[in-house]
């Protein structure tokens, strides 16, 4: 059965097959045709039935050029291979996104996509660049038309749209997308930019006002798909609707971790301080990970026990039940030290973010299996100051966040940070200014200060456009972020 579009000529040799929601493309070559996006395994029958209604047949198609991983764009490519013997090519990032655990389906391209690739067929030569953002691995294709005796270059941003930038959508566990993907978008922006495009072909049908153009095509002197302006007019588009998302996102999901729980009138990391940290507002929990002699992770921040416990030693110098015996102590309240998966335990169900941090070596392995096991993965961020760290625990769980608590950052720092794929950028809150949160940002780092001593400075952490702040006090930000 046709789709809900019709079938048609754009210009020179490029048609479009597919449907309103999941675009379809071919390039009529001298010796087939070249297909960009195969649509959605819903969609394969119509565009198939497109192609014909043009007086193609499905074994004309050749090559297939998959712009991205998702479903709409990809999941008619394993069908369509199968019906017309065409090769399909995808970046390789993007094979999480077709593998058999994402989507359903399990499929594997015939050819990885290429930075800067020239793929060729016939009389036609598609350039293919690398344009992450939307995905890891997204590509834009470019290709000159030739209308009415004029070459016009053409161009596919092949991974546009935002949404899929927005946390909610990131933190799914079915798509987990790290933060630096925003920035990786921004940096696709600044590229496309440089391109010169006469005619933009839409990765959806609304990108490019198609259905407007189609009803001018037939009726209008000028081929309403030539606009040398719409190109960069949509990508300036784009790049106003991510910052927009970006600045509403610091308001709406700003996070008020209580320091250790409500560690200024509370036992510092006690059961007695995340719960009064809760029910002074906190949304969410900032803790300390230490290991005892036999293995177990269990919530302190330093490394010797005097100034909380009164008692001699180190964390590591005591087995879990020598810990038992030993009491953390803040004006004449005392509680015990607690385990993480105690805390886990109490608090994973709640709608609450938690940032957890590695105090010393060792507990990697042993956190984020807790970490999983209790389905916090998608509301957790494992930080600590020291990033090699941060690296161990990436590479036994690297779809875990990662951030990186540190006075303040340089160059070199966020090479390092963008390298180890840490996406949570946590400097002290005194060189915090909204000028270098908006930097940070446009890097794709969520920024999240520490050290808040007093009112004005949290105040003023809040206003400069952070994602968050570790806080000792969260009753009074989250009265003054309630106004």
Request: proline share 4%; charged share 30%.
């Amino acid at each position: 059965m046709l789709g809900d579009t019709a079938p048609f000529r754009i210009a020179g040799n490029l048609y479009f097959v597919g449907t309103h929601a999941k675009s379809c493309h071919v390039l009529a070559t001298s010796r087939g045709l070249i297909m960009i996006d195969s649509g959605g395994d819903d969609t394969v029958d119509a565009i198939l039935e497109s192609l014909e209604t043009l007086g193609f047949s499905p074994k004309d198609v050749k090559i297939v050029l998959l712009s991205h991983g998702h479903p709409d764009h990809a999941g008619g490519a394993k069908r369509i291979r199968e019906i017309t013997g065409a090769e399909v090519w995808l970046a390789e990032e993007d094979l999480k996104y077709v593998g058999e655990n994402r989507l359903g389906f399990c499929f594997v391209p015939d050819r990885f996509l290429q930075d800067g690739d020239e793929i060729a067929l016939g009389d036609t030569v598609v350039t293919c660049l690398f344009t992450p953002g939307h995905t890891e691995g997204s590509f834009s294709f470019f290709f000159d038309l030739v209308e009415n005796g004029m070459t016009y270059r053409a161009g596919m941003f092949g991974g546009s749209g935002v949404n899929q930038l927005k946390k909610s959508y990131m933190n799914r566990p079915d798509r987990r997308v790290s933060y630096l993907m925003r920035g990786a978008f921004f940096k696709t922006l600044d590229r496309l930019e440089e391109e010169h495009v006469d005619i933009m072909v839409g990765n959806h049908t609304w990108q490019n006002n198609q259905d407007e153009k189609f009803k001018k095509l037939f009726t209008s002197p000028e081929n309403p798909f030539i606009d040398p302006t719409e190109w960069r007019k949509y990508l300036a588009r784009e790049r106003e609707a991510l910052w927009k998302i970006i600045r509403e996102e610091s308001k709406t999901e700003f996070v008020n971790y209580a320091h250790r729980g409500a560690s200024e009138t509370r036992p510092e990391n006690t059961m007695t301080a995340f719960y009064e940290g809760v029910a002074l507002g906190a949304n969410g929990i900032e803790t300390d990970v230490q290991m005892t002699k036999d293995g177990v992770p269990v919530l302190f921040h330093d490394d010797a026990l005097l100034r909380v416990t009164g008692e001699p030693g180190s964390i590591g110098d005591y087995t879990l039940a020598e810990l038992r015996r030993f009491t953390v102590k803040r004006d004449g309240m005392t509680d015990r030290i607690p385990t993480l998966e105690e805390f886990l335990s109490a608090f994973s169900w709640r709608d609450l973010t938690f940032a957890i941090e590695l105090k010393g070596d060792g507990a990697e392995e042993t956190t984020a299996d807790l970490i999983y096991r209790y389905g916090v993965d998608c509301k957790c961020v494992v930080t600590s100051f020291v990033l090699d760290r941060l690296r161990r625990i990436r590479a036994i769980a690297p779809e875990l966040r990662t951030g990186w608590l540190k006075k303040d950052f340089g160059d070199e720092d966020i090479e390092a940070m963008q390298a180890a794929g840490v996406d949570e950028l946590c400097p002290r809150a005194e060189n915090v200014t909204p000028e270098r949160v908006e930097e940070w940002h446009a890097l794709g780092f969520n920024v999240r200060p520490w050290a808040v001593t007093d009112d004005a400075l949290m105040r003023a952490v809040a206003d400069a456009g952070a994602d968050g702040m570790t806080i000792n006090f969260p009753d009074r930000l989250a009265a003054y972020l309630g106004k």
